[in-house]
């Protein structure tokens, strides 16, 4: 099965300041690269994701960059706000049928300080 | 509300009842995922169906678990003879079928405390 392993486990970072959260996997066929928040009591939701043809993606503040060949992809958030405090997951996989589950990695508590 | 909703949101039970818990997908979602999450970890594959066939059963799902999708619609996950080792936020996720890769759209989860 994937292998998937997120750093760093916590990160503190001043309001304002960027942060960037790197995840690498295990499984080189994976071609699916989501990013999922979850706030204290709260699901998981997807908050940005890269397909294996892409090598950047961004959206406002929040961008996810791939790497396939280093079997790795990076969440960077810019500009970050007190809401950005949560937990991140990544969650790589291959699509196809029967393919098609999430691992989660072992996540990434994001703390901004004011 | 056209999201996954999960219910009941919160069961405490005691050690050796049975739980059932119930998980109603985005409408025209094909795929339902089952994910279990202890505090301070991520959320752990259980199981998945494809409409009404379940593809694929996680090592965690020992056999006092059992989940259906009988019409391909909603799902029931039951766990049989609860342990304190159950509890956990169960989670339901559901997906459509299509493209390289389908997003995951995750229920507000049901909290099992076995007591």
């Known amino acids: 099965g994937e292998n998937v392993e997120q750093h760093p486990s916590t990160l503190s970072v001043q309001e304002g300041d960027s942060a960037v959260i790197k995840c690498t996997y295990s499984?080189?066929?994976?071609?699916?690269f989501p990013w999922y928040k979850q706030e204290l009591g709260k699901r998981p939701q997807l908050i940005i994701d890269?397909?294996?043809?892409?090598g950047e993606k961004k959206d406002q503040r929040i961008a996810v960059t791939l790497n396939k060949t280093a079997k790795h992809f990076s969440l960077h958030i810019t500009e970050t706000q007190p809401e950005d405090s949560a937990v991140y997951f990544c969650a790589p996989r291959r699509s196809g049928f029967g393919n098609e589950k999430l691992t989660f990695g072992t996540g990434t508590r994001l703390t901004i300080i004011p | 509300d056209t999201g996954v909703s999960q219910d009941p949101r919160h069961k405490i039970t005691k050690r050796g009842q049975n739980v059932t818990f119930r998980c109603d997908p985005i409408s025209e979602h094909n795929r339902l995922y089952w994910y279990r999450q202890t505090l301070g970890q991520g959320p752990e594959f259980l199981t998945y169906f494809q409409n009404e066939a379940q593809l694929e059963k996680s090592r965690l799902l020992s056999d006092r678990f059992s989940a259906e999708r009988p019409k391909g619609s909603f799902s029931t996950l039951e766990i049989q003879r609860t342990e304190q080792g159950d509890s956990a936020m169960y989670l339901c996720?559901?997906?459509?079928?299509?493209?390289?890769?389908?997003?995951?759209?995750f229920g507000q989860g049901t909290r099992l405390t076995v007591v």
């Open positions: 499984d080189s066929a994976s071609n699916y």
């Open positions: 996720a559901s997906s459509l079928v299509g493209g390289q890769g389908t997003e995951a759209f």
């Open positions: 890269i397909r294996s043809n892409v």
